[in-house]
């Protein structure tokens, strides 16, 4: 009840404020500094999780190649218009990913982009040094990224 | 407790907007009749806020566009033009190779048409949700609509009909289409004197059966009428579902000055067809292959590209050979729209140019059947006799009634053209309950499920043929409008007016809830069967094949790939098949290219669409991508080198670095 007269009372600042005040509602500028965001990867990008479905990731230690094979035909498919395996193109190359970021933060970029680069430092900071090309959402299913993960692991 | 405070945030939302009007309308003049009856309340009552959902869907007939628009119900919003029997450059719609075949006919590719009469399918009489049919009028049509994609995906042709208006009004399973010609013509078509009509013409009332599972149309059969005007169309609902009921006028059988020629009888004739007996005269081999040129065209989904057959054969039943087939229900004043209440007993006819509402009922008719009830025949068809069909007569509720539509507690609402308003009566007692004024001059109304067993009530949306001074002018030609009514408390009270595209006839509302949890979000690449699809940029490649030139190229933000070719030559006929590689939610991509003689392309995630381009002069031509997909969509652009005819240009084609794309 009280949150509601409180709603109403904001909507109708909200149309006082209307015509009166000027647009601040643009996109976060990328250059404002964000110091403990950055600080945040500074000091370890590694346990940096991201933010989506998972929250861990089991891997054996030798690359379990069937798993890779598969990954690989989903990557070929869904992503190489975008990421080339061994260079940078429209986004990163994903050769030696693991050693810059977690398992977990790999997948959730898959899985969930659009929250990720809103949301996550590491991914913020890449859309900026990407010219602002967005990660597709391809609608990867989890067994489908995570063999991507793995397809990653042999390049 | 959530319904109590959603009350209560209705009535601080009201009180904003009504403060909001009451600011708007400082130092306005009171208009009289121009402000219609809106009360204090009516903006809370269609305030969708930013970001909420409508209640309801309203597909609205677009009329002489063609097309079918989307609005949601009550904010009156619009959400989508479908493009049905009129080419939308917009959307490629008739323009691309993939959608051109779905506007074929028998007299060839026709760009445009007059759509009437939207119907959801229903099972069990209620609508479900799957399909929204409408009539094409002039070329006579049916098309069907996907509601998981809202696309286009089949058109049929109608044939020996002349003008397909009594359509497609459905039975209670979607067994069936009506599709009843409102010009009679010479069947097969002849070159005759005009003046023969009553000796050479003749009506045909098509069935069009609908296939439970793929919705897939077919001419079932014709029942050949004599030659008059069949204006409109119902079907029976419980009881009387497997009878079909068309209104007439023209019972005169007069080819000229129809205004005054075909208001000379009395009373014209609603048909009666006992469908369900025109089953057991078809399984009996009574029906003839006429021979006949119609075409059927078909959006394969898979492949995403319609295909057209052109077929060469009608089965026609003639009511001679199969009585009990069809009688005529004497009706008066020229009957226009003809609506069977939801429980299937009754069966309200309006005579347009009567001040009274006639209402057969069912049951009579059946009791006047079984005791040979006749009042002579017309034309070899048996006549019953009125006073024996006749239920109720609503008696001057107002002037040029039209059509009806029902709601869930038993009251009907019947439209009146010439005193322009809407009256609520009582089926059974025939009373008047109530009447408000339409801005102007009311054609067809809607109740969501209002002609089906199961009328959701709420709302009734007037769709009105003139507007006048309801909005800022246009120059002469000024918007159609519908207005949406509550009908939910004891009066009918004036919500809201909202504009709508060409002119709107017939329209249908359905619960967002029936639609929504089958939304289709993007095409599966995986499920693409388009003989030109490439799964990936790795397979992009052009590919000469004489003068042909195919491209298989391939979209995602925010690039094209190939964005570079060279070797294209003047005189060649350049096939751009685009895959939309992307497989997320709303992003589509445009495709243009400079001087070509066609509309864009706009691929949705997941599709393949074609554009043809003939190039005319050497030079380097742009092309680019028309809908803003990323912020590097301005970049998303390329050139494509034209040689003169003969040279030796190379085929080449890359994206970043000039190579073949590998």
């Known amino acids: ?110 899985l969930n982009p659009e929250q990720m680069v809103k949301e996550d430092p590491i991914a913020k900071k890449l859309l900026v040094e990407f010219n602002m090309s967005p990660m597709a959402n391809q609608h990867l299913t989890e067994a489908d990224a995570r063999a991507v993960l793995e397809y990653f692991r042999t390049l | 407790m959530k319904n109590h405070s959603n009350q209560l945030q209705h009535f601080l939302l009201g009180l904003l907007a009504v403060s909001m009007l009451a600011l708007a309308s400082c130092g306005k003049t009171n208009q009289g009749a121009n402000t219609g009856t809106l009360g204090g309340n009516a903006a809370s009552k269609t305030y969708v806020a930013p ?51 779905l506007l074929n006919t028998s007299h060839g590719f026709i760009p445009w048409d007059d759509a009437h009469h939207p119907n959801l399918s229903q099972t069990n009489g209620e609508t479900d949700g799957r399909w929204l049919f409408i009539n094409g009028n002039n070329t006579p049509r049916i098309a069907r609509i996907d509601l998981s994609t809202f696309e286009t995906v089949e058109t049929i042709e109608i044939p020996n009909s002349g003008g397909n208006h009594s359509s497609p009004y459905l039975t209670q399973n979607t067994e069936y289409l009506m599709a009843g010609t409102r010009f009679s013509v010479p069947i097969p078509q002849k070159d005759v004197p005009i003046s023969s009509y009553a000796q050479n013409f003749q009506g045909a009332l098509s069935f069009i059966s609908v296939d439970k599972v793929s919705g897939e149309m077919d001419v079932a059969f014709q029942v050949l009428m004599p030659g008059i005007d069949y204006d409109l169309a119902s079907c029976g609902k419980n009881q009387s579902h497997g009878w079909a009921f068309f209104t007439s006028y023209n019972s005169e059988q007069k080819n000229s000055l129809l205004e005054v020629n075909a ?77 069977v209440n939801p429980t299937g007993e009754y069966i309200a006819c309006s005579g347009k140019l009567s001040a009274d509402i006639t209402v057969h009922s069912f049951a009579n008719m059946l009791k006047a059947i079984d005791k040979k009830d006749f009042d002579g025949e017309y034309q070899g068809i048996p006549i019953l006799k009125f006073e024996s069909v006749l239920g109720g007569v609503v008696k001057e509720p107002g002037l040029g009634p039209l059509h009806t539509e029902y709601d869930n507690e038993g009251n009907a609402y019947t439209s009146f053209f010439i005193s322009s308003e809407i009256v609520k009566w009582k089926v059974g007692t025939w009373e008047v309950l109530d009447r408000v004024p339409t801005y102007y001059s009311i054609g067809h109304l809607m109740v969501p499920g209002g002609n089906s067993t199961k009328p959701q009530g709420k709302y009734v949306v007037a769709l009105n043929k003139i507007t006048k001074d309801r909005y800022l002018p246009t120059g002469p030609e000024l918007t159609q409008s519908a ?76 690039h094209f790939a190939p964005d570079n070719i060279e070797g294209v030559k003047v005189g060649d006929k350049v096939y751009f098949h685009v895959t939309n590689l992307e497989q997320d939610y709303d992003v589509p991509h445009g495709f243009a290219v400079m001087g070509a003689n066609t509309a864009e392309l706009l691929i949705m995630p997941g599709q393949t669409e074609t554009l043809v381009w003939y190039p005319k002069k050497e030079g380097v031509i742009p092309m680019y991508c028309t809908d803003f997909c990323s912020a590097l969509h301005q970049e998303m652009q390329g050139y494509i080198r034209v040689s003169p005819a003969g040279s030796a240009t190379a085929l080449k084609w890359w994206l970043g670095e000039e190579k073949q794309v590998q």
């Open chain 2, 483 to 558: 207005q949406l009514y509550s009908i939910d408390g004891a009066k009918m009270e004036l919500l809201l007016d909202f504009p709508t595209i060409g002119e709107p006839h017939y329209a249908q509302g359905i619960a967002a809830s029936k639609i929504v949890p089958k939304s289709k979000q993007f095409y599966k690449l995986s499920e693409n069967k388009h003989p030109y699809m490439i799964p990936s940029e790795k397979d992009t490649k052009v590919v000469r094949e004489g003068n042909n030139l195919h491209v298989y190229m391939t979209t995602i933000r925010s």
């Open chain 1, 1 to 110: 009840m009280k949150k509601l007269v409180l709603r109403f009372f904001a909507l109708c600042l909200l149309i006082g404020a209307f015509g009166c005040s000027s647009d601040k509602s643009a996109p976060a500028s990328s250059d404002t500094p964000k110091p403990k965001s950055m600080l945040a990867e500074e000091a370890d990008p590694m346990t940096n999780k991201g933010i989506g479905p998972i929250t861990s990731v089991e891997m054996t230690a030798a690359v379990d190649q069937t798993l890779a094979d598969h990954g690989k035909s989903v990557y070929e498919k869904m992503c190489t218009a975008c990421h080339k395996p061994t260079e940078k193109f429209i986004g990163p190359a994903p050769k030696g990913i693991l050693d810059r970021r977690s398992p977990e933060w790999v997948m959730n970029m898959i």
């Open chain 2, 51 to 101: 970001g909420q959902l409508d209640e309801f869907y309203a597909f609205m007939s677009g009329g002489f566009s063609g097309q079918v628009s989307v609005y949601g119900l009550p904010s009156g919003r619009l959400f989508k033009v479908i493009p049905v029997f009129s080419v939308d450059g917009e959307k490629g719609y008739g323009f691309n190779e993939e959608t051109k075949p």
């Open chain 2, 263 to 339: 208001s000379q009888n009395d009373k014209d004739f609603v048909a009666a067809i006992n469908w369900k007996k025109a089953e057991e005269y078809l399984a009996q081999g009574k029906a003839k292959e006429f021979p006949t040129n119609y075409m059927h065209n078909v959006y394969n989904e898979s492949t995403q590209t319609a295909t057209s057959t052109a077929k060469k054969t009608v089965k026609v039943l003639n009511p001679a050979d199969c009585p009990g087939l069809v009688y005529f229900l004497p009706t008066p004043k020229s009957p226009h729209g003809i609506d």
